[in-house]
Every structure is written in structure tokens, then in C-alpha cells.
């Protein structure tokens, strides 16, 4: 049964599913519609990009650690981008990061998983353009959900956004909704955050 969280909320997903080895990260967005003026040109497609960022005791290491559309798996292939989606169009997920729970090195406690919106400032994009935006979980032995996050907030203005984080603690794997919205323009800008 799958749990729907809040903002801020976490779950242990050691503990309610046994056996757990490897989840399916899902995200997903649809673009608020947008009425059209008659001289209005036709507006760009929103591109949201999904990464995950590898830390250890917190911090971000190397390079290698996100994991991104130009950078798809870690050094150990315990965390994958399933590819990117220029639009967000359709039903489901629109972007996937498989990670491997069971054979992530020991040194890595956390992965935080990130959205930016590619060329937001020049495209005059934000968060705010965006709507049914959500995280979820999914056990890859049974294809179960295990939890998911709605967005429900206002995000205008915001470029990026802190979807959550999962973390190791006591042996145990555990997800901490987050939903903070930043102003970084780029997966390079929001990785500061963890240096």
C-alpha cells in the first residue's frame, strides 16, 4: 500500500517492505495551461530536468556523484538516470532514477534528488508554470508503490526544486519528502548547496 506523504514527512522504507534492494525514482509534471493571446507566440515547452546527488556524511565529493542527463550512472551503477524528457507531456512518470539500495557503496549516505527547469531564466520559466509535480517510490521486486509526494504549493518564481531525499540511518534506508523551491538556474548551481 502506498503512503501519500506531506511536506517534510518521512518514511522508513527498510522497515515496511522486506527484502527491498532497489526503487524506481519517479517524477512528474504537467505544464499549467497557458491561454492563448492572438499575437501571442506559441510559448517553448517546459524541460524539467530530474537529477539525484550523491553525498558522503552530507556532502557532495566528486563529480561523478550526480547523477544527470549528461552523466546517466555513478561509478558503481548503483544509481541510473533513465534519460531525459524534453516536455513532461502525457500521464506517469516523466523522468526515472533507478537506485540500487542494496549495493550503493557504504560511504555514500544520502541521495538527494533535484529538478531545475533547463534555460529557466532565458526562457522566463518557473515553477510556477508547473502543475501535479510529484516524487515517487516504487520497489522494484513487487513494482509496488511505496510512498509518493504531492506537490501542492505555490512555487512561482522558482527555478529549482529540492524534490527530497533518500538517506541511510542505523542500516536502514529512509525518504524525507522535501519540497523546497530554490532560485538556482542549473544543476550546477544547486550542487553548491551540498559542497
Not at 3 to 17: A, E, F, P, R
Not at 90 to 99: F, K, P
Not at 124 to 149: P, S, W
Not at 159 to 166: N, S, V, Y
Request: proline fraction near 1%.
Amino acid at each position: 500500500m502506498s503512503i501519500s506523504l506531506q511536506k517534510g514527512q518521512k518514511v522508513n522504507l527498510s522497515k515496511d517492505n522486506a527484502g527491498l534492494s532497489k526503487v524506481i525514482v519517479g517524477l512528474g509534471w504537467d505544464e499549467v495551461k497557458r491561454s492563448k493571446g492572438f499575437f501571442s507566440r506559441k510559448a517553448q515547452a517546459i524541460d524539467c530536468d530530474a537529477s539525484a546527488i550523491l553525498l558522503k556524511n552530507g556532502k557532495l565529493c566528486a563529480k561523478e556523484d550526480i547523477i544527470y542527463f549528461g552523466n546517466l550512472a555513478n561509478r558503481s551503477r548503483t544509481v541510473k538516470h533513465m534519460g531525459d524528457n524534453l516536455t513532461g507531456a502525457g500521464e506517469g512518470d516523466d523522468e526515472q532514477i533507478i537506485v540500487d539500495l542494496a549495493n550503493i557503496p557504504a560511504e555514500y549516505d544520502k541521495i538527494v534528488i533535484v529538478v531545475n527547469i533547463y534555460q529557466a531564466v532565458q526562457r522566463k520559466q518557473h515553477f510556477g508554470m508547473i502543475q501535479n509535480a510529484f516524487i515517487r517510490l516504487v520497489d522494484t521486486n513487487n513494482n509496488q508503490e511505496m510512498c509518493k509526494y504531492n506537490l501542492t504549493e505555490s512555487y512561482s518564481g522558482m527555478t529549482a526544486m529540492i524534490f527530497g531525499e533518500i538517506y541511510r540511518y542505523n542500516g536502514e534506508w529512509k525518504f524525507n519528502a522535501i519540497g523546497q523551491g530554490t532560485n538556482d538556474t542549473s544543476i550546477g548551481e544547486l550542487v553548491r548547496r551540498y559542497e
